[in-house]
Nanobody
Framework: QVQLVESGGGLVQAGGSLRLSCVAS????????MAWIRQAPGKEREFVAS????????AYADSWKGRFTISRDNAKSTVYLQMNSLQPEDTAVYYC????????????????WGQGTQVTVSS
């Protein structure tokens, strides 16, 4: 079992930045990719970005490429999401997830999920 704990969310004005963190514990060796996935009220889950624990493989959804940056620190078992130029439409609960053995942008492919951290962007 893998436990994931997100932090770093909060309230920010449009144009501002936040950095989210996800600390993984448990049998993290059983997973290959970590992902950030968000869900706004009344909307489906949206893939944001993913990163491999093993190599430099990184994937972004086109909508966020250039504004969001995913990174990791294996020694700390932590994955980060740097979010810049935030807009009100970025308001959502952001989840950390883990699981696939191959890169995937499908939320259903991820087996383990954190509780999420709320990001609210005001206009």
């Amino acid at each position: 079992q893998v436990q994931l704990v997100e932090s770093g969310g909060g309230l920010v004005q449009a144009g501002g930045s936040l950095r989210l963190s996800c600390v993984a514990s448990g049998r993290t060796a059983s997973t290959v990719f970590m992902a950030w996935i968000r869900q706004a009220p009344g909307k489906e889950r949206e893939f944001v970005a993913s990163i491999s624990w093993i190599d430099r493989t990184i994937a972004y959804a086109d909508s966020w490429k250039g504004r969001f940056t995913i990174s990791r620190d294996n020694a700390k078992s932590t994955v980060y999401l740097q979010m810049n130029s935030l807009q009100p439409e970025d308001t959502a609960v952001y989840y950390c997830a883990a699981g696939p053995v191959a890169i995937s942008a499908r939320p259903a492919d991820y087996d383990f999920w954190g509780q999420g951290t709320q990001v609210t962007v005001s206009s």
